[in-house]
């Protein structure tokens, strides 16, 4: 047998293994893409919602005029859903949030009632104050034109696309090696391969190869669904996009094999890698921006080998930067890969 024998054949069978599972296809390809559709529609491009406002119906008769003029004002205006309700009830309203805004008009002025800490009530107070005092008549000194711009990229979509790659190039490279492994532990395969002529270099190498090649697929077909259902942009160079993938994948799959090196049950398995995983699916800004956590976090964000991997697959992918812009980030992959798989080869044990 030729010195690649064991690997060849290993890879092979490992192959032929997974094409095998239809659980395991559709996990590794079919989940991303279903993913990636729900949150596209969810998050797709609507119109600004309109902003709730409720008004106090006055009870003092020099107030009635002032109501009716407000609540007319507000209800002539498309951005807003104006209501009129008596002042319990406005109260309620807006303590279980079915309202961003209670506006209480006087023959003096108007005051407003919000929440403080509602993202949505500070801009409904903006909005309808504006709403209010163009109503009375303000003008404004300064002339303002306004020019929408939508620029490829600035979806959520977009913004999504890259992370779940590298979310599913993570949870492949942990969960299609540590897991396979640790099976084959548990089910006295591992032993048998012990009196072949196989080193563990060469079963190790399998491993991550197996999980390189099933990486081109779900490469190709989360941004070909991107593409023809949500019309996303590559900017960068697809070979660009493929060797950072290719890159993360090798990455995570050194890390697969450090987990699974020495666990011995199903259970340890599953725990070591759901404490990898998790910092890595909070802070690494696969569904929201990392720069959203405090500076003081960051060099340890920045660090993590998922974030390392998102932010240079959105600068391929969305900015169309090349290769040698993201050296940082690609030599961190490396480092992140080839440590990983020495330790793991220092630590593997058959049994």
């Given at each position: 047998?030729?010195?690649?024998?064991?690997?060849?054949?290993?890879?092979?069978?490992?192959?032929?293994?997974?094409?095998?599972?239809p659980?395991?296809?559709?996990?590794?390809?079919?989940?991303?893409?279903?993913?990636?559709?729900?949150?596209?529609?969810?998050?797709?491009?609507?119109?600004?919602?309109?902003?709730?406002?409720?008004?106090?119906?006055?009870a003092?008769?020099?107030?009635?005029?002032?109501?009716?003029?407000?609540?007319?004002?507000?209800?002539?205006?498309?951005?807003f859903?104006?209501?009129?309700?008596?002042?319990?009830?406005?109260?309620?309203?807006?303590r279980?949030?079915?309202t961003?805004i209670?506006?209480?008009?006087?023959?003096?002025?108007?005051?407003?009632?919000?929440?403080?800490?509602?993202?949505?009530?500070?801009?409904?107070?903006?909005?309808?104050?504006?709403?209010?005092?163009?109503?009375?008549?303000?003008?404004?000194?300064?002339?303002?034109?306004?020019?929408?711009?939508?620029?490829?990229?600035?979806r959520?979509?977009?913004?999504?696309?890259?992370?779940?790659?590298?979310?599913?190039?993570?949870?492949?490279?942990?969960?299609?090696?540590?897991?396979?492994?640790?099976?084959?532990?548990?089910?006295?395969?591992?032993?048998?391969?012990?009196?072949?002529?196989m080193?563990?270099?060469?079963?190790?190498?399998?491993?991550?190869?197996?999980?390189?090649?099933?990486?081109?697929?779900?490469?190709?077909?989360?941004?070909?669904?991107?593409?023809?259902?949500?019309?996303?942009?590559?900017?960068?160079?697809?070979?660009?996009?493929?060797?950072?993938?290719?890159?993360?994948?090798?990455?995570?799959?050194?890390?697969?094999l450090?987990?699974?090196?020495?666990?011995?049950?199903?259970?340890?398995?599953?725990?070591l890698?759901?404490?990898?995983?998790?910092?890595?699916?909070?802070?690494?800004?696969?569904f929201?921006?990392?720069?959203?956590?405090?500076?003081?976090?960051?060099?340890?964000?920045?660090?993590?080998?998922?974030?390392?991997?998102?932010?240079?697959?959105?600068?391929?992918?969305?900015?169309?930067?090349?290769?040698?812009?993201q050296?940082?980030?690609?030599?961190?992959l490396?480092?992140?890969g080839?440590?990983?798989?020495?330790?793991?080869?220092?630590?593997?044990?058959?049994?």
């Amino acid at each position: 047998m030729s010195r690649t024998g064991p690997f060849r054949t290993l890879l092979l069978s490992r192959l032929r293994e997974f094409y095998r599972e239809p659980e395991a296809i559709f996990w590794v390809y079919g989940f991303p893409v279903l993913l990636a559709i729900g949150l596209g529609i969810a998050f797709r491009e609507r119109p600004p919602e309109e902003v709730r406002v409720d008004v106090v119906v006055a009870a003092a008769a020099p107030d009635a005029g002032a109501t009716a003029a407000a609540l007319k004002a507000l209800e002539g205006d498309r951005r807003f859903r104006a209501r009129s309700c008596a002042g319990e009830e406005c109260a309620q309203r807006l303590r279980l949030g079915r309202t961003d805004i209670v506006v209480v008009a006087r023959a003096g002025g108007v005051e407003f009632r919000f929440d403080p800490t509602r993202p949505e009530s500070i801009l409904a107070r903006a909005r309808a104050e504006d709403a209010l005092q163009r109503a009375a008549g303000r003008i404004d000194p300064v002339a303002v034109a306004e020019r929408q711009v939508e620029e490829p990229g600035s979806r959520y979509i977009d913004f999504l696309i890259p992370g779940l790659l590298g979310m599913n190039l993570m949870g492949g490279g942990l969960w299609g090696i540590g897991f396979v492994i640790v099976d084959m532990r548990v089910r006295k395969l591992l032993k048998r391969l012990v009196a072949t002529p196989m080193r563990r270099s060469d079963f190790l190498l399998a491993m991550m190869g197996s999980r390189i090649l099933f990486m081109l697929p779900e490469v190709a077909l989360l941004l070909l669904a991107g593409s023809l259902l949500f019309q996303v942009r590559v900017q960068g160079s697809l070979l660009a996009v493929l060797a950072v993938s290719l890159l993360g994948a090798v990455s995570f799959a050194g890390l697969g094999l450090l987990v699974a090196c020495r666990a011995q049950k199903i259970e340890t398995v599953s725990g070591l890698m759901n404490v990898v995983m998790l910092p890595m699916w909070l802070l690494s800004g696969i569904f929201f921006s990392s720069e959203r956590f405090p500076a003081i976090l960051q060099p340890v964000i920045q660090a993590l080998p998922l974030t390392m991997l998102n932010d240079a697959l959105r600068a391929v992918i969305l900015e169309g930067a090349g290769l040698a812009s993201q050296s940082l980030r690609i030599a961190g992959l490396v480092l992140w890969g080839a440590a990983s798989f020495v330790l793991a080869l220092r630590w593997f044990r058959w049994s």
